[in-house]
């Protein structure tokens, strides 16, 4: 790899590295493989930097490739019983950062690969013809497998309920609008707020 070369290549490394991270984050939900994820394809695409046409769609598809084989390797199954305080979930009164972390955590619920098509197509918005060709699979697979996806992740949402705090401190459950019964479900946070 010559100068020029180099400098673009830590020129795209700079501007993407970060997007690519959260990629492999979402499809993988660990930071810490989500980076191991981002380094391995960057090393990869290092090494074909000059044969590569598109080195975003080269980025995104060893990205998203690597992210779901993370959580299959040996070391990411084995966990030590002190390696990390567990983590306590606590409700955000912004209501939009508290609305991603439960949508985080619905998706984790979700197939790896159900979750990477859902992933890349719509927090990415790639086609089904793109999804295909990242996750090298034919196009009715990814109709497939985002129909799952998005069942799985209605079911997890439809399971779980908003509780609301006002400013006196008393919760208020709120559930999905059209069932029956309090805390039978869960609404969205724009249709939580206006129970308010």
Known sequence: MDAEDLEAFREFVRVRFE????????TCGDWQAAEDAVARSLAQLCL?????????????????RAAIGEKNRPWRRERSVGDALPDVP??????RIDERLRLHAALQKVAPRQRAVL?????????????????GCRTGTVKSQSARGLDTLRA????????????????????????????????T?????EHR
């Open 156 to 187: 997890v949402l439809a399971a779980e309920d908003i509780i609301l705090r006002d400013e006196k401190g008393n919760n208020h459950v709120v559930s999905r609008p059209g069932r029956a019964g309090n805390g039978a479900g869960r609404t």
């Open 48 to 64: 074909r930097w000059k044969r590569i046409a598109s080195p975003e769609a080269y980025a995104r598809t060893t990205v998203v």
């Open 119 to 135: 992933v890349l197509r719509f927090l990415e918005g790639l086609s089904v013809e793109e999804t295909a060709e990242i996750l």
């Open 19 to 26: 997007p690519l991270r959260a990629l492999a984050y979402v």
């Open 90 to 95: 606590r409700p955000d009164e912004s209501g």
């Open 189 to 193: 946070a724009a249709a939580a707020y």
